[in-house]
Nanobody, 128 residues
């Protein structure tokens, strides 16, 4: 089992920055892929960014160049640095992690979006 706890959500103006954190109850050496999702108001949950055990990252097109996913292994914490925020970034942000590799079997430790364990979410509101 893995408990994930997000923090850092807030209400900000467009153009400002926020950094979300995701603290894991498990040592990062015991986790595989980790990632961030968000659920905009009235919409389905969508992928935002993910990071592999090797540090490879992927981003959804709408956040490329503005968001950065990273991990601090010593602190068992994953981050999502969000810069130049837009109103359409508004939503509940969730972190997720897998304990075992579930990516492409032919590509060892490829980056992919995990789905096994989830945090409770943190609200981000961006006003224009």
């Amino acid at each position: 089992q893995v408990q994930l706890v997000e923090s850092g959500g807030d209400s900000v103006q467009a153009g400002e920055s926020l950094r979300l954190s995701c603290l894991s109850s498990r040592n990062f050496s015991r986790l595989d892929a980790m990632g961030w999702y968000r659920r905009p108001p009235g919409k389905q949950r969508e992928k935002v960014a993910a990071i592999s055990t090797g540090g490879t990252t992927i981003y959804t097109e709408s956040v490329k160049g503005r968001f950065t996913i990273s991990r601090d292994v010593a602190k068992n914490t994953m981050y999502l640095q969000m810069d130049r925020l837009k109103p359409e970034d508004t939503g509940v942000y969730y972190c997720a992690a897998d304990l075992i590799y579930r990516g492409a079997p032919e590509v060892p430790r490829a980056v992919y979006y995990p789905t096994d364990y989830w945090g409770q979410g943190t609200q981000v509101t961006v006003s224009s």
